[in-house]
């Protein structure tokens, strides 16, 4: 208690935390559960091209069409932006509260854009436990086969580059080993810049 007091005190900027990794992996999950667990971590909402799954949460993203994306990214909006698999996906700006960290869920090309602008920023990138694995989680949130494919193809790609980026990489076997490895990450994250 003493501890995180004196770090929100001296906590001089706030910390970005980009969660990344391939599709399937549960960066969706974990990074809900995270923010439901530390209040002082604020998740961004990201815009995406891409039609909302049956069953996914209307909030997911702010889903828009391509020309509100393409005149977002004209009037300079993004803090980072990609097309991936097709669909644009990006970050808006400004789009912070003040105190708060940030947590930014992302593919690694929007990764790399977040580390250019700011060095300090954490990335973890998360492995799935198998590609079998990967590949029921992504079947058990309903996309088609093809959708399926394209992604297990994108994770051989996305993988290499994601672990040569990443300041930690964390194998998501089971979600509550990985929910504690990522407050470790967190903390250990705030107390250094608190010094
Ligand atoms: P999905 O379609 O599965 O929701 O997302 C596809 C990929 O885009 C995932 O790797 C997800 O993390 C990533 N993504 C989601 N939002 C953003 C964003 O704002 N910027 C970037 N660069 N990637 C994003």
Not at 164 to 190: G, P
């Amino acid at each position: 208690m003493q501890d995180e007091r004196h770090d929100e005190l001296h906590q001089a900027s706030p910390l970005v935390f980009i969660v990344s990794g391939p599709g399937g992996v549960g960066k969706g999950t974990i990074v809900e559960a995270l923010v439901a667990r530390d209040e002082r971590l604020w998740l961004s909402r990201s815009w995406t091209t891409r039609a909302r799954r049956d069953g996914e949460r209307h909030d997911a993203y702010h889903f828009v069409s391509r020309d509100e994306f393409e005149g977002r990214i004209a009037a300079a909006g993004f803090l980072e932006w990609t097309s991936f698999l097709g669909q644009y996906y990006g970050t808006p700006l400004p789009d912070a509260v003040p105190g708060r960290d940030i947590v930014l869920e992302i593919e690694v090309d929007g990764a790399r854009q977040v580390k250019l602008i700011h060095p300090d920023a954490v990335l973890v990138f998360l492995l799935p436990p198998s590609r079998l694995e990967q590949q029921r989680r992504l079947r058990g949130r309903g996309d088609a086969e093809d959708k399926v494919e394209a992604r297990l193809r994108k994770a051989e790609e996305e993988e290499p580059v994601g672990i040569a980026m990443a300041d930690h990489v964390v194998v998501n076997d089971d979600l509550e080993l990985t929910l504690q490895e990522l407050s470790r990450i967190v903390h250990h994250e705030r107390k250094k810049r608190s010094n």
